[in-house]
């Protein structure tokens, strides 16, 4: 091993700039100033809270107000947050709700059918999901809460865009429909067909088509306003859980599917 015995002359550290925090942050610390004690706060205030130039917190405050994240009071010129926050909040609220309310039920469909169940969400042109349960037997499906896949060609993702408006089933054909597996559908009218066959039956079924040696049929939750939030899904390996089995189980996740609708405050008419 070679060592190298030159003396190398010690250099002075350089110092970091310092760092300058971007509109977006800055933007984001405004929101954050405010609190249930400080419900209105004036320029002034957030400028001194955060550091600020009075400039920089106007110019922010006006761009916050005009996309509906600050209010200004007209009485006496203070800001309070808007309605536009309320509705970010409400989506989050959803999802956390929908999760609660379907958890011990799909503890009764995992016990009931021995199988691995899921709850998932679109996420743009995938699915995500939001929780799961394993199977207790000793070959089974796995998944992880967070986990992205496509969903054109899962049943959950086939469950939530069956009932979606036109521009996203749009959005996810133009995006392409790429194969995961030899089994997976990548033809469009063949999508659209298999999305009106889910809205006649309501229920969607994955063949191998998202992942190689697995099944799984998927039933989507409604919220009280009837829309679409979520699918509910029974997976497990093609050697166990044959076509017939498969079926077998449509009435189970559709009714448990239902159910969860209802805790939601969903009334079929």
Do not use: W
């Amino acid at each position: 091993m070679l060592i190298n015995t030159q003396k190398t002359e010690a250099r002075p550290e350089k110092k970091a700039p310092p760092t300058r925090l971007s509109s977006v942050a800055s933007a984001l610390l405004v929101l954050k100033v405010f609190s249930e004690a400080e419900a209105e706060l004036g320029i002034s205030s957030i400028a001194k809270q955060l550091s600020l130039a009075k400039s920089t917190v106007h110019r922010l405050a006006v761009t916050l107000t005009s996309e509906g994240f600050l209010e200004q009071n007209q009485e006496n010129g203070r800001y309070r947050l808007g309605l536009s926050l309320f509705g970010l909040g409400a989506l989050v609220r959803r999802r956390m709700d929908v999760s609660n309310q379907a958890r011990p039920l799909l503890g009764v469909l995992r016990d009931s059918t021995r199988e691995a169940v899921h709850l998932a969400i679109l996420d743009k042109t995938s699915i995500m999901y939001l929780y799961n349960l394993e199977t207790s037997q000793a070959i089974g499906i796995r998944s992880y809460i967070g986990t992205r896949k496509p969903a054109f060609c899962t049943c959950e993702g086939r469950a939530l865009l069956a009932f979606s408006p036109p521009e996203l089933i749009a959005s996810v054909i133009r995006e392409g429909l790429v194969a995961r597996t030899s089994k997976t559908k990548t033809d469009p009218q063949a999508l659209q067909k298999t999305l009106e066959e889910v809205r006649q039956s309501g229920y969607a079924i994955d063949d191998e088509e998202s992942e190689i040696g697995m099944r799984g049929i998927a039933a989507p939750i409604r919220d009280i306003s009837g829309k679409v939030i979520a699918a509910i899904s029974l997976a497990g390996p093609i050697q166990r859980l044959t076509k017939k089995d498969l079926r077998g189980f449509v009435s189970q996740v559709i009714s448990t599917a239902d159910a969860i609708s209802a805790r939601m405050g969903y009334k079929r008419r």
